[in-house]
Structures are given as structure tokens and as C-alpha cells.
């Protein structure tokens, strides 16, 4: 049979964009190439996310128009991949007649099986079950690693598969599993080939990342670390800043309890490692804290916040946030902004509660009013917008670090990076700059949402 042209929709977390360049990979692996756009394409998968019934709202909006264009295009391939297989299961393929296959992401590999089925004339192909381990599968055939082109020059490596916190409002460890962290070697083995291929900055991924290491069965092994770190995490980041090549190193989703002294030590001391973190607050009421399960306290996350600031000078934070948690008071929420105004985050990506079926917050009452939900918020937008627009702004008359990435998609003249702390910065580039480049941004105007500026001389 002929190679097919796929094309991808994905929707959600960065571990979903991973698991979208797993499945590019493997399809390439099996002589099927990378489509330009949905419409020149023969399969289009949709991979999927159920954190929020939006997503999942979205996700089977697409699913539909994909499947009425069949009218139009009959040999169409339509599949989908993700954490709403894992949740729905064979649900999702009797509410969506005409779906070729179903993968939940635990079975990933078995993508290029499922295609070659689907061009045979046989009924869909829905592959779930338990998510009781991690996707060994792929583990124990690396894929070979490329950048995703046209792209940015950075990349993502899943250094830890599945979540054992169990919070209450979160389908997560239900969909991806209990964790397991990847052996050292096979992660450091991973970043050389992205490395060798031209990725200057890699961001190392977790559902909790922080947890990289606590399982019982992981063994770091005997070899001592030359900065004296005994935690994993930290032992991790030592062992990939000394690759060749590497400019920036990130690592994401983090929690207040991982955020120790001997890790605050590692961010301040390996140059590469870079000076910004996401790390969820969820509230700042105490009370919706413990219904919450989130395992700290609002002066709990307070000390974690100031222990990393006072090592890394600089510090950019960024958070999630949610409001109209069930039973969430007026006196809850009034707690939760004077927590969000005392950090100072940089961005915070602010959610309405919603309740995700088979999570224990489900069985709560919903008892938020969705007006009053939306209200607040929109008084955090509003409180956050404010503080990030007075940080942007304090960087006019400054020079930041910018890895280039490419033309802006808005205007072609001007280039698009982001910067150490993760800001994106949108700049006149100098004659010659490649994506890749490191080059110095002298900011003349800032928003809430970029940088701008001009690039200066380029170094490397």
C-alpha cells in the first residue's frame, strides 16, 4: 500500500504534545509522512485531553467535522488518541460512529497497527485497558528522536510517566496511570540524539516532575554526583547540563513539596537549567487546600515560592488556579487572590472548576453558581493581567537572552523566542539569524503577553 499523508490536532498539556511527536515519529517509522495542512491529508488524528470538559467539548467537535467531511472525502482516515480514549473507551466509539481507531495512551506504539488495519475494511480498532504500569511498549523500543519541523529548536523528554497524587478534581492518574521514572541513562541517551540534531533547549516532563525517582523499584545507581547532590531530580538536571550543546534546560509540572533547598541549590548552580517554573497553586484557602488533596497549605506554598527565589534571584513563576471549587466561600476566594497577589506570579493560567466524571470532587455538589464562578474569574484575570503587564514592563531598557525560533506567524519581518524565564519575545532579528541562535533582545515595548524589541549582536 501507499504511504499515507497524516496530519495531527492536539489539544491539551505538553505530555500530550510529546505523545503527538511519539506518534509523528512512529508513523514516519512505518513510511507514512507529515501532511501540510488537515485537508491535503489522508488520516488526521485528533489526540485528546481530559484535565477539563472543554478540552474534551473540543476534541469531539473536531472529531465530528472530520467525520462529516467523509461526505466530501470518503477514503478519509479519522482516529483518535489521548486521555479521552483511556476515560470513555468504547463509548467514544459507539457517540462517534465512523472512527477508524481509538488508542489510549498507554498503547501508543501499537498507532502503525492500527492504521494499517483501518485501510482494510474492518470495524474500528479501540485500544484500552488498565493503566496499571507504564507504556513499556515504547520504552523498550527507543524511538529514534528528531525536532518536529518547521519548529521551534527546543524539544520535550517524558522523564516520568503517570501520577500517584490523586487530587481530588483530577482524572489524570485514572487516564495515564501510576508513575514510573525512566532510567537516567535512557533519558541522557534521549537528549544527546536531540542534541546531535540541533535542540539547544530541552524540557524535561512529568505529571509531577518532582517525583522523578520516589518510586520504590527506581536505583539511581552507585556513581557519586560531582556537586554532591543526592536527590534524583537534582542528579537528573547535573547529569544533562554537562551534555555538549545543551543551552537551556527546563523541567515541568512542578509541586511546593519537590521544591527542597537541595533543589533550589541545582537551579541556582547549573547554568543551563533556566530560571523559571510552573508550579501549581490551585487556591490559596487552606480549607479547599485539604478538599483539594494537594498535600500543602497556602504558607506551605508561600515557603516553597520564597526558598526557590532566594537561591535564584530572578525567578520567574508561573501557576494554575482554580475557582468555584465545590463549597468554595466567599472568604475561600478572597484567600486565594491574596495569596496570588503576595507571589507575584509572572502568568497564571486560571480554570472554572469543573467537575470530571470518576474523580472524587465529582461526588461533591457543585454548589458554585456559574456566574458567580465566572466572576471570579474574571477579578483574577483582571488582578493578574495588572501584575504581569508591571513585570513586562519593568524589563523596557533591558537586553534578555532570546532563543530564536523562527518568523513570527503575524508578520514574517519579525522574529518570535522565547527568554530564560519563559516569556515570548517578538524581535527584528540581525542578517543571519538561524533558529537556534541565542541572540540578546534590547526590549522597547512590553505587553501582557510578549516582549518586543530589537536583536542584537548574535552569540552562540
Known sequence: MRPLRFHIHTYGCQMNERD?????DLLRQHGHQPAADEQSADLVIVNTCSVRGKAEDKAVGKLRLLLAARRRRPRLLVGVIGCMVQRQGRALIENLPGLNFAIAPQHLA???AAVAAARLPAGPRLEIGPAAGPPLDLLQAPLPRQPALPGPPAAFINILYGCDRHCAYCIVPSVRGPEYSRPPADIAAEARQLLAAGVREITLLGQS?????SQPSFHYGRAASPGGFTEPLPRLLEALAGLPGLARL?????????????LARAMAKLPPVCEHL?????????RILRLMRRGYTADGYRRAAQRLRTAVPGLALTTDIIVGFPS?????????LALMEDIGFDNAFIFKYSPRPGTPAADMPDDV???EKLRRNHA??????RRTIAINQSLIGTAVEVLAEGPSRRNAARWAGRTRTNKIALFEPPPGTAPGDLVQVQVERATPQALYGRAGLRHF
Open 20 to 24: 503527538s511527536e511519539i506518534a509523528a
Open 369 to 371: 453558581p456559574a456566574a
Open 110 to 112: 501499537r498507532l502503525p
Open 250 to 262: 527546563r523541567f515541568t509540572s512542578g509541586h511546593p513539596s519537590g521544591c527542597t533547598r537541595e
Open 278 to 286: 510552573h508550579l501549581p497553586m490551585q487556591s490559596g484557602s487552606d
Open 328 to 336: 468554595e466561600t466567599p472568604e475561600d476566594f478572597a484567600a486565594t
Open 209 to 213: 516532575v518532582m517525583r522523578y525517582g
Open 380 to 385: 483574577l484575570i483582571e488582578a493578574q493581567n
